[in-house]
Nanobody, 121 residues
Framework: QVQLVESGGGLVQAGGSLRLSCLAS????????MGWFRQAPGKEREFVAS????????DYADSVKGRFTISRDNAKNTVYLQMNNLKPEDTAVYYC??????????????WGQGTQVTVSS
């Protein structure tokens, strides 16, 4: 089992930056594919970015390509989401998710509690 705790959300003006962190507890973090998802009010949860357990595969939603960067530090059991050039449409609750040795999707086995990101225009 793995428990996930996100941090780093907040209020930022359009064009600004934030870095989200997700700290995982439990064993074998390095075997988990990690992902970031977000959910805006009245909308379904959507994929943002993912990084495989061996960092061999990194994927982004088209809406964030070129602006967001996902990374992980297995020694610190942490995955990061660097968000640059933020737009008001990026406003959402951001969730960290984990899936052991498989692709992480909206049906992932493990989720954090979420962190709010608000981008003002």
């Amino acid at each position: 089992q793995v428990q996930l705790v996100e941090s780093g959300g907040g209020l930022v003006q359009a064009g600004g930056s934030l870095r989200l962190s997700c700290l995982a507890s439990g064993r074998s973090f390095s075997f988990y594919t990690m992902g970031w998802f977000r959910q805006a009010p009245g909308k379904e949860r959507e994929f943002v970015a993912s990084i495989s357990w061996n960092i061999g595969n990194i994927d982004y939603a088209d809406s964030v390509k070129g602006r967001f960067t996902i990374s992980r530090d297995n020694a610190k059991n942490t995955v990061y989401l660097q968000m640059n050039n933020l737009k008001p449409e990026d406003t959402a609750v951001y969730y960290c998710a984990a899936e052991r040795l498989r692709v992480v999707t909206t049906k992932a086995s493990h989720w954090g509690q979420g962190t709010q990101v608000t981008v003002s225009s």
